[in-house]
């Protein structure tokens, strides 16, 4: 029986070791990939709120305007 040369074992453990990078290189991949969409839903979602947060503004300034129109008249 013939015992495998050391250049073989040491192809192996590279090989294994390939593979496993290879894995981990996908798994971050994936997880850029998930932290990315939820950056961007994320970005959305604060658009959303800063215009809903300019509207409410604009509305409290206007029955300000009112409000001391009101004071004026009065």
Do not use: C, W
């Amino acid at each position: 029986m013939k015992t495998p040369a050391p250049a073989q074992f040491e192809l192996a453990a590279l090989s294994q070791q390939l593979d496993r990078l290879l894995e981990h290189v996908h798994r971050l991949s994936e997880e850029n990939r998930s932290l990315r969409h939820s950056q961007e839903q994320l970005a959305n979602e604060r658009a959303g709120l800063l215009a809903r947060n300019e509207q409410a503004r604009s509305r409290v300034e206007a029955m300000i305007q009112r409000l001391k129109a009101l004071e004026n008249n009065g």
